[in-house]
């Protein structure tokens, strides 16, 4: 099987025999009566020099020549035999030497790009007879073939080498072809050139080839060649793989770069030459086949927009920077359209900018269309927000009053008539208390979680020592159990909101001194941790804890983890103190396991790093 992609691995493939794999020396004493034989060949010195023994010997053993050439080498050829000392003058006339020009001998027997066989014997075929002439024996230079093939016209010139093998038939003449070897380089040509070697009764391999003195040495040099065929095949191969890739990778980015609409320049930054992509162009409202320069790719720019430009491109010059801008383009008719555009400084042997550009002036127009939606929205809420706190107002004064006054009517109705009522009648009095209390008590903390989730808070220092003790002072219900209480200094100064801060330190220490089972006495401490550019509050206690079942909604609105009577809450404690946090910017979490107390703690920023 032939092996079209390697050229030299055709000189193993055509099973010719030891003899016809060798080729006549260097003086031509092998050269049998009818031989047609190739050359390749990469000097034409060379080639003057081959051809010279050739024909030289056969002018010289009284045989006749026939050499079909260019010019220069006919030209060349014949100064190499005068060297030899034959007298050209006189083989001419003797009809032993005829030089004819390939080029013109070629265009007589062409027929619509191939050569035609009766042409060609009436051409070729005369020439050769006449030379025979007395039983000569006929030796024969052509170089037609080669021009063909330097044409790129491979079907004519194995064509034309088949033809002078069928003339071989009928006529008994040597026959030289050569062919310079640079026309075979390349894998495409791996068929032709295995095409053109059988065509031949011998090929020569090389010029070193012929200066090999016996048949041995000869298959050593084409064991060489054979060698050197492998590793070429295997590089050809590595590379087409390497090829493969490249192409599959400029392919892929082929079409990242048009379905983004990619434009790509390049700025030399030693001489402001800017060149673009046609979609580059298109993206400044440029058609492709316009001039565009820095100088005028400038004056596309809006006029507001164009300083900006100018000095982000030169600051990323000077400092070999990446360079990134938005701006405006001018497109036909006064259109405009927003460019989104950014380069990369290399230095390799030039000093250039590559970047790459995209319109994102729809991208532009759904931001401001974002940024208007946001506006009306927020104004909305606002408006909302507004109604709500004059809701809250009115919860406030309007529904507690008279919750105070169904409060105040039973207390007085127990106080001053308490002994004349029966028993159920002082239960149900009491019921009504409690529950007037409970729902006032609700209606404050609803209030309290809107205060804190509305309006705008500057946070200030705040040194959490005294605040926690002013709390425990100030509240009756914490100053009557100070003594469970443990506060390991210092507790640090955070950035904070005072009101808030309170509202979280109430709820964590109520909660850790409430929770307790009957009986025993609360355990409570507060102490802080710096964590890293933050301080860590924790409040411990050593209650009932929280059931893992429990855990993922103690933040939540209106959740009760107990619900014992003794327990009274609104279960909105914990959400308004993860409120409060999270407007101061903070975090809050807990540990807790039944029977082992909780661990309840919230993170704010330390004042020492505020400024």
Not at 277 to 306: M, W
Not at 351 to 357: I, S
Request: hydrophobic share 40%; with cysteine.
């Amino acid at each position: 099987m032939s092996q079209p992609n390697s050229v030299p691995s055709a000189i193993g493939d055509l099973n010719c025999s030891t003899a016809h794999l060798s080729a006549p020396r260097i003086d031509w004493s092998e050269m049998g009566e009818a031989q047609h034989f190739v050359q390749f060949y990469e000097d034409d010195q060379f080639l003057v020099e081959s051809v010279g023994g050739f024909v030289g010997a056969g002018l010289g053993a009284g045989d006749a020549a026939i050499v079909i050439a260019t010019a220069a080498h006919r030209a060349a050829l014949e100064e190499r035999l005068e060297l030899q000392g034959l007298d050209l003058a006189a083989v001419r006339a003797q009809g032993r030497f005829v030089a004819l020009d390939a080029a013109e001998t070629l265009s007589r027997f062409m027929v619509d790009g191939s050569p035609d066989k009766t042409l060609f014997t009436k051409t070729v075929g005369s020439v050769v007879a006449h030379a025979a002439t007395g039983q000569r024996g006929v030796r024969a230079f052509g170089e037609m073939v080669a021009l063909l093939w330097a044409e790129g016209n491979a079907p004519a010139a194995i064509r034309l080498e088949e033809l002078w093998n069928e003339l071989a038939r009928s006529h008994s003449f040597s026959l030289f072809c050569a062919y310079p070897m640079n026309g075979f380089r390349g894998a495409s040509h791996g068929d032709s050139f295995l095409h053109i070697c059988k065509e031949h009764s011998r090929v020569i391999p090389s010029e070193s080839y012929t200066t090999q003195r016996t048949a041995d040495d000869r298959l050593r040099s084409v064991s060489v060649l054979q060698q050197k065929a492998s590793s070429l095949e295997s590089e050809i191969s590595e590379r087409k793989h390497v090829e493969s890739i490249v192409l599959a990778e400029q392919t892929k980015l082929t079409m990242a770069v048009a379905v983004a609409q990619l434009g790509i320049w390049e700025l030399d930054m030693e001489t402001n030459r800017l060149t673009c992509s046609d979609q580059c162009k298109a993206n400044f409202g440029v058609t492709a086949h316009e001039p565009l320069t820095y100088e005028s790719f400038l004056e596309l720019i809006y006029a507001e927009d164009r300083g900006a430009v100018q000095t982000a491109l030169r600051a990323a010059i000077a400092d070999g920077t990446d360079y990134s801008a938005e701006y405006r383009v001018v497109h036909s008719g006064g259109n405009l359209r927003w460019i989104a555009s950014m380069g990369r400084c290399f230095h390799n042997g030039a000093h250039r900018m590559l970047g790459v550009t995209v319109d994102v002036t729809e991208r532009k127009r759904a931001s401001e269309l974002l940024e208007q939606t946001v506006a009306e929205r927020t104004a909305k809420l606002q408006e909302t927000v507004a109604e709500l706190e004059a809701f809250s107002y009115s919860i406030s004064h309007d529904m507690r009053s008279p919750l105070r006054a169904m409060h105040g009517y039973a207390k007085s109705l127990l106080d001053d008539y308490g002994d004349k009522f029966d028993s159920d009648a002082v239960t149900y009095l009491k019921r009504i208390q409690r529950a007037s209390n409970r729902l006032d008590l609700l209606i404050r903390d609803v209030l309290a979680y809107s205060k804190v989730s509305q309006g705008q808070i500057e946070l200030q220092p705040i040194a959490l020592s005294p605040l926690v003790q002013d709390l425990l002072h100030q509240r009756p219900e914490f100053e009557i159990a100070i003594d469970c209480i443990t506060i390991e200094e210092p507790l640090h100064t955070v950035m904070g909101h005072e009101a808030y801060l309170t509202q979280c330190l109430t709820n964590l220490i109520g909660n850790a001194l409430k929770f307790v089972a009957p009986g025993e006495v609360p355990e409570v401490r507060i102490h802080a941790e710096e964590a890293g550019r933050n301080v860590r509050v924790w409040v411990c206690d050593k209650g009932l804890g929280i059931h893992p079942e429990h855990h993922p909604r103690m933040f939540q609105l209106f959740s009760r983890v107990y619900s014992e009577k003794r327990f009274e809450g609104t279960g909105m404690g914990l959400a308004i103190v993860k409120k409060a946090v999270a407007r101061m910017g903070g975090e809050i979490g807990f540990q807790s396991e039944p029977g082992q107390g909780s661990k309840f703690w919230f993170v704010l920023p330390n004042a020492v790093y505020a400024h």
